[in-house]
């Protein structure tokens, strides 16, 4: 989609992940929440208008940052170490509804700070993936020519940073959480009142996902509610949620601006491209696909959703 | 809702129940899916085109089926019989997600053979409550001038009653169950593929009811989803099963007709029905709600998906 001179950048982890399946083990899978986010956000874009940033270690393939170039991404903002790259091993439950991790090994992440330079200060759109909420502020603070800031965040940082959250919380327009994370954030069982408590801290736009069950928007102009898109079959999570927060950044950056309705419009293309990445074992999936397979799952989208417009109650 | 001359015959259990809740402990409160079901269908009847069938004992208080007619719905259906009434108690975890069976006294229900009378044998909708597949079936032979039937079922009668619930399954239009029970009943684990299964076995139309996250419907015209309503509050999820079946039955009879447009629609009348129910203890809400609330209702269902209406994907 052309049109906008926008931007998004897009910070967050590169990593390798070891990824347990029911259909195998699937070994050194390059993953992270930027990869994902920025593959999800890639179709939307021309070229070099996704700006990745992270860090990888010596051992990270110079092929693969030649694939993500090749899908639009900008990746000289990304830092090389000399360490190993951040690696991940998580095993799921057979049925794919539940995932333990079995090792984490930060690595080249463990003193990571993101430094933003000049191709990165410029944009206008951006995506702060999981990390440290300090982190995700010194982002902000770099990027002058901000429009619209999302975030995402999870249960370690809820713990164990609260003060720094509530930082982060204060300078973004959106949060993107699943909905243990919003429960324990808030504090609050029930998501209606949980939304309402997280929103008076900071995010004017809350975005609550509920994995294969689809996710809530809640923002200025009301609740809005876009379903998961029912596969035959799904054959990997990881990454799902990244995938998910890319493909509405993508499409709001390609839009330019992130009104109600836009917004509204951009859950689909974010529900999209998170059922994508679930087809394929890593960022297989996300890797391959083309713009027609898009447009083709947007129409089954709107079908799935289509009710013929009129819906009233009257009574006589 | 007028204009039409059809009526819905609906046919299940009635009950005393014990419920025991996070918020107290509930004793002898009417229950049963025919009085859910018939509770929820008639907002959009005129008085008498809800047909109630079911069996009560002698402990029964007449004054209940008093409150059912002054809802519009025709109880002279109902068989008078001289033991108790059937009797569930059941237990609530503390987030409403699962229940536990205490008690099952079958009492009247357990000889209950469904005696189809003058009034409702010319009924041209009908919903068969969960209860045995022969009796579903036998329902379905004694009412002549019907043009739509559906049925729900449980994993009782999956297990235990193969051969009659495939006989059921033949003779029905629509087949309303639960996540778990399309599973079962299948023996397929993905959604989609076991909802063509199911669907191949005689129901041209199945609706997946997933608790809080909503239904999903699978018909002629493709795959459609409602999400259930997000409520602040949720107080007993008793009947909120039966409430959705009613409150879909209740709007296509009164519709007349079943095409996929009018079945779209009637999805979410299903699950503001079914979101009412929830919000009081048995079917006190139901007994209580206004057609102003439930017009809110509606209105507001139609916001929680509007996207502003085009949906497409392009890329230049």
Known sequence: MAGTTDTLLVVGSIAFDDIDLPSGEYRNVVGGSATYASLAASPFMRGGAVRMVGVVGSDFPRDTLVELERRGIGVTGIEHAAERTFRWHGRYSTDLASRTTIDTQLNVFASFSPKISALERNCTFVFLGNIHPELQVEVVEQVPRRKFIAADTMNFWIEREPSSLARMLRCVDLLIVNDEEARALSGIDNLVRAAADIRRRGPKTLVIKRGEFGALLFDEAGTFFAPGYPLEEVLDPTGAGDS????????????????????RKAMFF?????SFCVEGVGPARLLAIGHSEIAARIAAFARLVDYGGELHFSHS
């Open 244 to 263: 998910f927060a890319g493909g509405l950044m993508g499409y709001l950056t390609s839009r330019g601006e992130a009104t109600p309705w836009v917004v």
């Open 270 to 274: 974010a529900s999209s491209l998170g």
